[in-house]
């Protein structure tokens, strides 16, 4: 699987409506002990990550996630941009993500996510 893919695949968690079937894409992305850290949370497990999508998804009924950016990488890192669009196509939230990428590229290490767009420098 490309990186690309890859990072589509777990966006794709976010927008599962079925717990179960969101279970299973997390579980064909994600390694064993990756961990999800964003100014909110930091998910130890897969389980807890699960449950911080479901709390999500229950305050913003209708919300999805999508990728706007390209998908950055170097080495074993990517980066991408995404937006939490509501039900009715408003951006609730814009961030950024940085994922750490297994050796193989198959899986999903770690991802630390920031929110907001980066602030410029007044230099």
Request: glycine share 8%; proline share 4%.
């Amino acid at each position: 699987m490309d990186v690309t893919a890859l990072i589509d695949r777990y966006c794709r968690v976010w927008n599962e409506g079925d717990p179960s079937i969101r279970a299973e894409l997390l579980a064909s992305v994600w390694a064993t002990d990756a961990t999800y850290t964003d100014p909110t949370v930091h998910a130890a497990s897969a389980e807890e990550l699960l449950n911080h999508i479901a709390g999500v998804r229950a305050r913003r009924p209708g919300v999805s996630v999508l990728r706007n950016s390209a998908v950055d990488t170097h080495h074993a890192f990517a980066r991408f941009e995404w937006q939490a669009m509501g039900a009715d196509g408003t951006v609730l939230l814009e961030g950024i993500d940085i994922a750490f990428i297994s050796p193989d590229g198959s899986r999903i290490e770690r991802i630390i996510g920031f929110f907001g767009p980066l602030a410029r420098s007044s230099q």
